[in-house]
C-alpha cells in the first residue's frame, strides 16, 4: 500500500527515514545477533558513541525521544526530588505527562522569553534544599536547541552546569536536535556536553533522519546509576536491538547527522529569507537550528493548513511555527512561500 506524496513543514518527525540509514538497517538484516543489545551492532554504536563523547561515554538505545528522556530522569533522581526546567520544555508541555506519570517526577517549571534557562533563572525554583515541604530540586534539563528554535552557546551551558553542580544537582540536556545544535554551532556533540559538565544526554535520532531509535547517552556514570535496568521497566528495551542500533550508527557514520542538520538548517534560513519579505508577516524569533517562528492572520494560517500542514503554536497571538527537516527541498520552501505571499495578498485585497 503506498500513498500520495505530500510536503509540509509541521514537523521534522513528519519526514521518511533517510536511505542510508535504511541501507544500514538492511545490512544488519542477516544471520542471527544476541537480542537486548548484546550484538556487535550495539557493540560498534558504543565506540562510536565514546568517539563523540568520550571514552567514558555510555550508550543506552531506546526507542523514542519521551523514552530517553523519561528514563534518564529517573535514573538521575531520587524519590523525592525534583527536576528543574522551562515551562516550555518537551517534557513538561508535550510529554503527556510521562515525567509525572511513568517516572513520578515533580516538574520546577521557569518561564522563559527564549526556552533558555540560565544560572539565575534556575534559581527561581532550585531553593528549599532540606526542606521537607518542598520536593528537592536535584536535576536541571535543557534542550539543545530548544523547543522554540535557540541554541544555548558552550559558554551557557558551561555556565549553567557549574551552576548546578554547585548546588548539588546533576545537568540532562534533551538533545532531540542535537545535531542542529551541533551543525548550527559548528562544533561536535561534546564541545557542549561532556567538555562543559553535562551528566546525561537524550541523544535524538529521529528528527534527523532515522526511523525510531534515540539513546540515553550517559557521560557521568555516577548520575544515573541503574538506567539499564530502568530501560527494562519502562518499556524500552529492544529485544531486536541491532536495528535500533544501526539506525544511529549509519547517523555516526562519514558524518551524515552533520550533513542532515545542516541541509534542514540551512533551509530555515531560506524559508526565513523568504517570508521576511512578504508584507504582513512577522517572524518573532531567532531562526538559530531548523525552526521558524512566524506571527500571521488567522484567516491567512486557516487558508494556508489546507494547502500545507503546520501547527499554530499560540492561538492568542496568532504565532505559527515551520519546521524544516533532512530532506526539505528548495523547491518546498519557494513553493510555500509563494503560497504565504498569495495568500497575504488575498487577505490584503
Sequence with gaps: MTSTPWRGFASDNYAGIHPEVLDAIARVNTGHQVAYGDDDVTAELASAMQAQFGPQAEAFPVFNGTGANVVALQAMTKRWEAVVCATS??????????????????????????????????????????????AQPGVVTITQSTELGTLYTVEEVAAIADHAHGLGMSVHLDGARIANAAAALGTGFREFTTDVGVDVVSFGGTKNGTMLSEAIVVVNPDASPGVDFL??????????????????????????????????????????????????????????????????????????????????????????????????TLEDVHSFADAIAEEMSAEAS
Excluded at 251 to 273: C, G, I, K, P, V
Excluded at 292 to 300: C, G, I, N
Design 89 to 134: 520544555a518537551h517534557v513538561n508541555v508535550d510529554e503527556g505527562g510521562a515525567p509525572e506519570h511513568g517516572a513520578g517526577l515533580k516538574l520546577w517549571t521557569i518561564p522563559t522569553p527564549d526556552g533558555k534557562l540560565t544560572p539565575e533563572l534556575i534559581d527561581t525554583q532550585a531553593w528549599g534544599f532540606g526542606d521537607v515541604h518542598r
Design 231 to 328: 530501560r527494562k521497566s519502562s518499556m524500552q528495551l529492544a529485544s531486536k536491538m541491532r536495528f535500533v542500533s544501526a539506525q544511529l550508527l549509519a547517523l555516526l557514520t562519514d558524518d551524515l547527522w552533520h550533513r542532515n542538520a545542516s541541509h534542514s538548517n540551512a533551509m530555515a534560513r531560506e524559508l526565513e529569507a523568504r517570508v521576511r519579505a512578504i508584507d504582513g508577516v512577522s517572524v518573532v524569533r531567532p531562526v538559530q537550528a531548523n525552526a521558524v517562528f512566524a506571527v500571521l492572520p488567522p484567516t491567512v494560517t486557516e487558508r494556508l493548513q489546507k494547502r500545507f500542514r503546520f501547527y499554530t503554536w499560540d492561538q492568542a497571538t496568532g504565532e505559527v511555527r515551520w519546521m524544516c527537516s533532512w530532506d526539505t
